[in-house]
């Protein structure tokens, strides 16, 4: 793809983002993690698609490195939270049996020194048990020496009482 039309496709990403997310364009997936030795869910994975009127459905890498160089991608992690957290309820409101939630978050959201506080509120705000939750990095952000960074993932754990990967 020629640069004029990547930029093009980036504004177009960019200017409808905010549009995408309220208007459910931004959806969420569970996909069941089954342990192979009893065959129960042992987790579930948390993947989101953008599916656009004009693109069709993108996968992340599709739109967040576009959300990240451009100081959006923490709006996309609290709202995939947040839609977590709306799941988590639901199924626990029709008596489902809830496997731990792993959601993906990016490392640049911890460029905010509140973003661990946000997770904090919604989830306090949800009362979904906080073991019900688990947040991972993806390998590549993982190897980021930051010790800001460093910080708030131990913030972050410490709320959490769960591993980051």
Known sequence: MNNGLLESRDEYLLSN???ALTGGRIAIYSQAVVRASNGKVCEEELLVRWEDPVLGV???NDFVPVLERNGLVERLDLYIV???LENIKKQADVGVNIATTSINISLLDFQNQNFVKEIESRVCAS???KSKIAFELSES???IDNHETATQLLKLKKFTMHNMM
């Open 127 to 129: 009362n979904i048990p």
């Open 141 to 143: 952000t993982a190897l």
């Open 82 to 84: 947040e839609k977590a």
């Open 58 to 60: 993108l996968n992340p």
């Open 17 to 19: 983002f905010e549009r």
